[in-house]
């Protein structure tokens, strides 16, 4: 089953705007992942945000976490055509056990 | 470091034959997942491992799939007989523990058509 869903589910914008991707799950969690997965390529981690966390930025990402609401955003600022794939959230809980959203296909016009 | 290895990277096999895929986790590395993915959707985990010990196998289709992790190393996920419906890629990961709150390392995957 998935945990978690992701929202849009495909989002297409211009290379220089920001890409905003809006992820929802049902259960308590103990951590929640965000993970890029290029055409036919195996799934990279982008960043990790812990339960007692609320924001967390690396580079161009910024990731945000709101339990009481059961939801987290990826944003992605300043977009390049290299950020083309497609964006999964995966939450944590329980003993590591790691379930993945359906997944933002995102793409970036140069 | 080297990454999480599988092969091979493709398959194609007919239905009602067998298939296995083999994982080389990276060293040290204590927690081994497989994960199926099908055309347009996340990834589904199948199995977890913690060293050669299962932890959760709720999604693993047990009259047809089984996995192993001897020597809490390497992994190899097989399929016997398989059905067009198992056509996906098949996804090793790999984390350094469990218990602790660290990113999983994907490989490649395998692609498996069965016709």
């Known amino acids: 089953s998935q945990q978690g869903e992701e929202d849009p589910q495909a989002l297409s914008i211009q290379e220089g705007e920001n890409a905003t991707m809006n992820c929802s799950y049902k259960?308590?969690?103990?951590?929640l992942q965000w993970y890029r997965q290029n055409s036919g390529r195996g799934l990279v981690h982008l960043i990790l945000?812990?339960?007692?966390?609320r924001e967390k930025h690396s580079g161009r990402l910024r990731v945000t976490l709101d339990t009481s609401k059961k939801s987290s955003s990826l944003l992605i600022t300043a977009s390049r055509a290299a950020d083309t794939a497609s964006y999964f959230c995966?939450?944590?809980?329980?003993?590591?056990?790691?379930?993945f959203g359906i997944g933002t296909k995102l793409q970036v016009i140069p | 470091e080297a990454g999480v290895a599988q092969s091979p990277r493709y398959k194609i096999i007919e239905k009602r034959q067998s298939v296995a895929f083999w994982c080389n986790p990276i060293?040290?590395?204590?927690?081994l997942y497989w994960y199926q993915q099908i055309l347009g959707q996340g990834p589904k985990l199948l199995i977890q491992?913690?060293?050669?010990?299962?932890?959760?196998d709720s999604q693993l289709p047990k009259d047809r799939f089984s996995a192993e992790r001897l020597k809490g190393v390497d992994s190899t996920l097989k399929i016997q007989p398989a059905k067009l419906e198992d056509s996906a890629v098949y996804l090793c990961?790999?984390?350094?523990?469990?218990?602790?709150?660290?990113?999983?390392?994907f490989g490649q995957g395998t692609r498996l058509t069965v016709v």
């Open positions: 491992f913690q060293n050669n010990g299962v932890v959760d």
């Open positions: 990961a790999s984390s350094l523990d469990a218990r602790d709150a660290t990113e999983a390392f």
């Open positions: 995966a939450t944590v809980r329980g003993y590591q056990k790691v379930t």
């Open positions: 259960t308590s969690i103990n951590n």
């Open positions: 060293s040290g590395h204590a927690t």
């Open positions: 945000i812990r339960s007692n966390e």
